[in-house]
């Protein structure tokens, strides 16, 4: 059988897109979509469709993978040899965000309506069709528009926003303010990239006062973008024309359809996105996100490698590439990215964070609690004290696992003294207690409190579990580890938990069958001790910690 690898590295005449073979011209394609490269199974599809003009399944695919790679000059070619009618659902928002970057809304807003293959787009036309009225200097008819829009609807979550940015294109900052307040309150993982582009959008309407409030909350990876708003200046994130304003909702609706794991769409919404506002570096880091999600990673690099040092986001884009690299093991490349920011004598809170970040994916405890250790410093000096806690905690992780148990103690408690009533913060603390036999009633309690604090974590519900389990309590351990296996069904540590307090109550058939769960995901070290206890059966040397 031959490989997808051994098809796509055929020699070059074989991979000639000029071939006269369609078969063969299409199994390249597919070799070269299925081995990660997309932009050259896009090409190879192009030119069947070349072949093939009457064939709108070929013309669709080819299509789909030239959005997909990025490659919007040859996707908008593609896009428009295709009848309207037939066209998928990304090609005519392509062809949409085209229409907006020529100055076209009217144009833009025809193409939202009539026929379409697999779905309307209709729904996107009231935001159009304001953002149409705002350029013809028609405030009035704007805001009308907007705010008939439900909050039901798909464009509710992003109605305010623009209303927003609208009253800001008129230089309207105090009307502006409410709706840029609801929406922050709601934007969720946009908060950042919404705060920046509000805080241009006041600074743009002579509003320093309420532009400096956009960023008082944001964290230390806009340091440099902060600072720019303070001094008066723009960072480039005002969304004040249709085209931005049309890539920033595509942007939120990418984040929406990827938590529901549709596994193509979302990828192809930020690639239009990206095309219609090629300035949004949030678009370049979601990319890389989703990307990497897919096995893909060298292209999420390539893609973070695009965002310059100078953008407000440029912290965001560094910290994903380190994660990405640490996950692909490919550490060297990971701690000269990192070293070369925490050496630079302007270095930030987030750049140190970073270095301490790589050195725990290297396993350099030791060094990552030091890198950890001077980014609390740096944060205590500068007076951000909304950033310490999280510093503390992930300080007291790297002394956890350098088997530094005092000064870990010491570190959480730091972070518990700036917030108390942090789930993340008393559960670490608790957890670590429980597993050192440590003052168990203290332990249970601050678990306990965790999980009021918060419900919904998988983690904390298993730690509750664990805590009763280390009490003997084994019903209503079981009861607390099935609850968390349900919520993460992908965590090993869980069904190691369940399948210990399942064995212990006597329930040893299932207990088998929670260990064989753990397996699936589990990393060598759980890996072994739950091989053990399914040879051997749950002893004090299987046990988990």
């Not at 809304?105 to 379409?116: F, K, M, T, V, Y």
């Amino acid at each position: 059988m031959i490989g997808a690898a051994a098809l796509v590295a055929a020699p070059a005449s074989a991979r000639n897109p000029a071939t006269d073979n369609p078969a063969w011209t299409y199994v390249q394609a597919r070799a070269a979509a299925m081995s990660g490269d997309h932009r050259r199974s896009a090409e190879l599809l192009a030119a069947l469709a070349e072949m093939t003009a009457d064939d709108t399944t070929i013309n669709r695919k080819a299509l789909a993978e030239a959005i997909s790679a990025g490659n919007m000059p040859l996707a908008l070619r593609l896009a428009r040899r295709l009848p309207l009618a037939k066209l998928p659902v990304d090609g005519r928002m392509l062809l949409v965000a085209d229409e907006l970057k020529r100055g076209r809304s009217d144009l833009a807003i025809g193409l939202l309506s009539g026929p379409l293959a697999d779905g309307s787009l209709s729904f996107f036309s009231p935001l159009l069709t304001a953002w149409n009225s705002a350029e013809r200097r028609d405030l009035a008819g704007a805001l009308a528009v907007l705010e008939k829009i439900p909050p039901s609807a798909l464009l509710g979550p992003f109605r305010d926003e623009n209303i927003a940015f609208i009253l800001l294109k008129f230089r309207r900052a105090a009307d502006a303010e409410p709706y840029a307040l609801k929406a922050l309150a709601a934007a969720g993982p946009r908060e950042t990239r919404l705060r920046l582009a509000l805080a241009d959008g006041f600074l743009a309407a002579g509003d320093r006062k309420r532009a400096l409030a956009m960023v008082r909350e944001m964290g230390t990876e806009t340091g440099v973008a902060k600072r720019r708003i303070e001094a008066g200046k723009r960072t480039g994130s005002t969304i004040d024309e249709p085209a931005k304003a049309y890539a920033e909702l595509l942007l939120g609706m990418a984040v929406d359809l990827n938590r529901l794991d549709n596994r193509s769409l979302p990828i192809a919404m930020v690639q239009v996105a990206r095309y219609a506002d090629p300035g949004n570096a949030a678009g370049a880091v979601l990319l890389a996100l989703l990307l990497d999600g897919r096995g893909r990673a060298a292209e999420a690099l390539q893609v973070l490698d695009s965002v310059p040092a100078s953008d407000p986001l440029a912290a965001q884009a560094q910290d994903t590439a380190a994660r990405i690299l640490i996950d692909e093991k490919r550490f060297d490349e990971a701690f000269r990215l990192a070293r070369s920011q925490a050496s630079a004598s302007d270095a930030t809170v987030s750049d140190l964070a970073r270095l301490g970040d790589v050195y725990a994916g290297m396993k350099r405890y030791n060094e990552a609690a030091d890198a950890y250790g001077r980014a609390v410093n740096l944060a205590r000096a500068q007076g951000l004290q909304s950033e310490l806690w999280p510093l503390y905690l992930l300080q007291a992780s790297a002394l956890e696992d350098a088997d530094r148990w005092p000064e870990t103690k010491q570190a959480l408690h730091s972070a518990m003294a700036l917030a108390p009533d942090q789930p993340l913060i008393l559960n670490f603390l608790g957890y670590a207690k429980l597993e050192r036999g440590e003052d168990l009633d203290a332990a249970e309690a601050m678990i306990r409190k965790a999980s009021a604090l918060a419900p919904d974590d998988a983690s904390i519900t298993d730690s509750l579990g664990w805590a009763l389990y280390k009490r003997g309590r084994y019903a209503d351990a079981i009861e607390a580890l099935q609850r968390a296996a349900a919520k993460d069904p992908g965590q090993p540590e869980i069904h190691e938990h369940l399948g210990d307090a399942l064995y212990a109550s006597g329930r040893r058939y299932e207990a088998r069958f929670a260990w064989n769960a753990a397996l699936l995901t589990a990393e060598e070290d759980i890996a072994a001790r739950v091989r053990a206890k399914l040879d051997t059966g749950l002893t004090p040397a299987t046990a988990a910690p």
